[in-house]
């Protein structure tokens, strides 16, 4: 036996000796698997179903499949060793997404904000939540950001009561139980938070519902009425049942398609012009036909 053979098994033994770690393949991480794949499904829904909103001239494109979805980057994981006289590569597993998921279409993420930004603000905020309940203020643990999905993000303006320009977050969860979460962020701190739990829905509620916190997203302030700053990025968002196809909001004298993401209707714009109405909504069926107007709506604040 030559020399280089002698130290080849040499070698050899001793990575057959080692620990049995470095020599079986990891056991298969099904919890991540399974969340991955609940993950892709949710996208892939979000994509087929999502109706692409244009509000005051502001494009809405598509949020791709493929990319996009998670707020924190991806964990690789690395190959285990395998002890072989003729090694082969072992396939590196797909990257596993982390982090609450995106909302439907891109344009949800307006006014240049980023989903990674998007999500640091919903993570100060549920931080800033557990801290305020850790020091006696009523309420309950907000959870985990992984739990929400963000559906919109938009510039927020400053005004006499609350100076300092920032950006508002609004996430959902649907489980363990149902959250809407309405996130302000200033000089990157979390500045508040509006938090309802449990669905706003009743028996008799209309099919399209407009969330009733909304007047913080698109009502820029009202101790500065009728002096607002403009322009102003303003934001809507409520629920729809499955029976509402088509949601449009027109606000300032313009109008344009809201998205359906997952049962909340999504809507945004820029308001170039002082206004004294909030907004209004119409919600229409497959067929087209009218089955929802805020001007109807009893329970719908129409003045400002």
């Known amino acids: 036996m030559s020399e280089e053979e002698r130290d080849f098994e040499e070698q050899l033994r001793e990575l057959l000796s080692e620990d049995a770690y470095t020599i079986r393949p990891s056991p298969v991480p099904y919890p991540q698997i399974r969340r991955q794949g609940v993950v892709e499904r949710r ?8 109706v692409l909103a244009t509000l005051a001239a502001v494009p809405v494109g598509a949020f791709a499949a493929g990319g996009g979805g998670t ?17 082969t590569p072992t396939p590196t597993p797909s990257p596993t997404p982390s982090g609450p998921s995106g909302p439907a279409t891109a344009g949800q993420l307006r006014d240049g904000i980023t989903l990674e930004q998007a999500v640091e603000g919903l993570d100060k905020c549920l931080a800033l939540q557990r801290q305020n309940i850790a ?3 009523h309420g309950e643990d907000p959870g985990k950001a992984d739990d929400y999905r963000i559906i919109l993000a938009v510039n927020s303006t400053g005004d006499l009561n609350s100076p300092g320009d920032g950006i508002f977050v609004v996430a959902v969860q649907e489980k363990p139980k149902e959250i809407r979460l309405i996130c302000n962020i200033k000089g990157g701190e979390a500045s508040g ?3 309802s739990s449990g669905s706003d829905r009743q028996p008799d509620s209309p099919p399209v ?12 302030s009202f101790m500065d009425k009728g002096n607002w700053k403009l322009p102003f990025s303003w934001g809507f968002v409520g629920t729809v049942d499955p029976t509402v196809a088509k ?3 027109s606000y300032g004298g313009v109008g344009g398609e809201a998205v ?3 049962g909340w209707f999504v809507a945004s714009g820029t308001l170039t012009q002082q206004v004294t109405r909030n907004p209004h909504i119409k919600g229409y069926d497959k067929g087209g036909k009218l089955i929802y107007d805020s001007d109807k709506d009893k329970t719908y604040q129409q003045v400002q």
């Open 247 to 249: 949601v449009t909001v």
């Open 260 to 262: 359906l993401d997952h």
């Open 193 to 195: 938070y509006n938090i």
């Open 43 to 50: 996208r892939r829904v979000a994509v087929a179903g999502a």
């Open 135 to 137: 020091q006696g203020s």
């Open 71 to 87: 707020g924190t980057a991806d964990t690789a994981t690395t190959p285990t060793a395998s002890a072989s006289a003729t090694p």
């Open 209 to 220: 519902l407009p969330d009733m916190s909304s007047n913080k997203l698109y009502q820029q």
